[in-house]
T-cell receptor, first 108, second 115 residues
């Protein structure tokens, strides 16, 4: 069973497009994390949120606790945004559940 | 900028051998984590560690695995008798506070290959 589901699994966009990646979860959580995994394998934390909305530059993350759903938006996408975006949820015990990731390719 | 480091970057071992993967978390961080990612699969949580003890572990983290903070700077993951299916990328991460309040910082990973 997958406690965390992401969609789409793969996404190709033209440079400049607005991108949305969705995450739904079934476990009770305390925080949701959006991570970026580069082609070389390295992982970078983008956001940690437990309610509402956060914005860093061209990235926006939202969460709806009642609906158990989060979205990651990228505005004015660029080829350097090409990566795998991973949603993960944590509980109060610091146990983590990961989604399978969304592979994003932004074409110039 | 402070970063999490991991050594070695690639470890090749024979099945049944013990391996120790090493991580140096960011110096003022108090929470430490190990994850693994089998090639082509999703990242999986192994264990979280705080105040010199395990705070949470997954089903994957069985008696073959152990973690230690031997000297106040290193954070190690030991696999006692490696199996073929232990081949994966292992990521260490640390955070200043509990994941409720803080993002994690990930190391570059150690690729473990069990032959």
């Amino acid at each position: 069973k997958n406690e965390v589901e992401q969609s789409p699994q793969n996404l190709t966009a033209q440079e400049g497009e607005f991108i949305t990646i969705n995450c739904s979860y079934s476990v009770g959580i305390s925080a949701l994390h959006w991570l970026q995994q580069h082609p070389g394998g390295g992982i970078v934390s983008l956001f940690m949120l437990s309610s509402g909305k956060k914005k860093h530059g061209r990235l926006i993350a939202t969460i709806n606790i009642q609906e158990k759903h989060s979205s990651l938006h990228i505005t004015a996408s660029h080829p350097r945004d090409s990566a795998v975006y991973i949603c993960a949820v944590s509980n109060t015990g610091n146990q983590f559940y990961f989604g399978t990731g969304t592979s994003l390719t932004v074409i110039p | 900028e402070p970063e999490v480091t991991q050594t070695p970057s690639h470890q090749v071992t024979q099945m049944g051998q013990e391996v120790i993967l090493r991580c140096v978390p960011i110096s003022n961080h108090l929470y430490f984590y190990w994850y693994r990612q089998i090639l082509g699969q999703k990242v999986e949580f192994l264990v979280s560690f705080y105040n010199n003890e395990i705070s949470e572990k997954s089903e994957i983290f069985d008696d073959q695995f152990s973690v230690e903070r031997p000297d106040g700077s290193n954070f190690t993951l030991k696999i006692r008798s490696t199996k073929l299916e232990d081949s994966a990328m292992y990521f260490c991460a640390s955070s200043e506070r509990h994941s409720l309040y803080n993002e994690q910082f990930f190391g570059p990973g150690t690729r473990l290959t069990v032959l």
